[in-house]
């Protein structure tokens, strides 16, 4: 008999728990997580834009909602996911071109987005925290 100590089932806990995830892998993941996030809040955006257009008091009411601490979170969290979005697909774009195709240049270029976008995400905190 042969002594076999590999898992046999690797369950949801193995993947998010055990399992060491490589840095370009969580950035594609988290690029397509943000991706997510803009597709339903393009919904919020949309139902914003009609509130605003339909009356002066409807535009006020918007104008409210934005300003309460509720609104500005998720402005700042719609704004954090397109700025990451976008630093990700800028990545996503030079790597289908042939750039950074080396572990070494993923692992390079995933550093590079999150730095970036960590200075995006807070810049857009500073905007969005002065309205």
Do not use: C
């Not at 601490?69 to 071109?97: C, E, N, R, T, V």
């Amino acid at each position: 008999m042969k002594n076999d100590s590999r898992p046999i089932n690797v369950g949801i806990s193995d993947l998010l728990f055990r399992f060491r995830w490589p840095l370009p892998a969580l950035t594609s993941i988290t690029h397509r997580i943000a991706g997510v996030v803009l597709f339903v809040g393009t919904g919020f955006a949309l139902y914003a834009l009609d509130l605003s257009l339909s009356s002066e008091s409807g535009f006020e009411e918007l104008r409210g909602l934005l300003l309460s601490p509720f609104g500005k979170f998720i402005s700042w969290g719609l704004l954090s996911a397109l700025a990451y979005h976008f630093i990700a697909g800028i990545k996503h774009l030079l790597m289908d071109m042939g750039v950074a195709e080396t572990l070494e240049g993923g692992i390079f270029a995933a550093r590079v987005v999150l730095f970036l976008s960590v200075i995006a995400i807070f810049l857009n905190a500073v905007w969005v925290m002065q309205w």
